[in-house]
């Protein structure tokens, strides 16, 4: 059996922008989680995807800042650059829960 799944819980780095295409609606962004150890902190950011209904959702009611649960998929896509081979993994949103949200949008956040 292959199980393919995804569960982060953090904040959302940059607002999401709906961009129309053809046959749906998509919105690109990042969440931002922390994981601590000892006295060390470390922020991993992760590059979400989201389709449809949800990602007009995702835009109408998140903001930078916006603590937000994400369930989905990795999907792992190539591209060249430069003439080298690189590759890009994203959690493709198929579940999400709104957190609090950010009265006020701080740069200095992540």
């Not at 749906?24 to 979400?48: L, Q, R």
């Amino acid at each position: 059996m292959d199980y393919n799944k995804a569960i982060i819980v953090g904040r959302i780095t940059t607002k999401p922008e709906l961009v129309e295409l053809k046959d749906s609606k998509v919105t690109n962004f990042s969440v931002a989680t922390n994981h601590k150890y000892k006295e060390t902190e470390k922020v991993e950011f992760h590059n979400i995807t989201a389709f449809g209904k949800l990602a007009e959702i995702i835009t109408t009611y998140m903001d930078k800042g916006s603590e937000i649960l994400i369930e989905g998929r990795l999907q792992t896509n190539s591209f060249e650059k430069d003439g080298t081979k690189q590759y890009r993994t994203n959690i493709i949103a198929e579940n999400i829960q709104m957190g609090k949200r950010s009265e006020k949008p701080s740069d200095d956040l992540f």
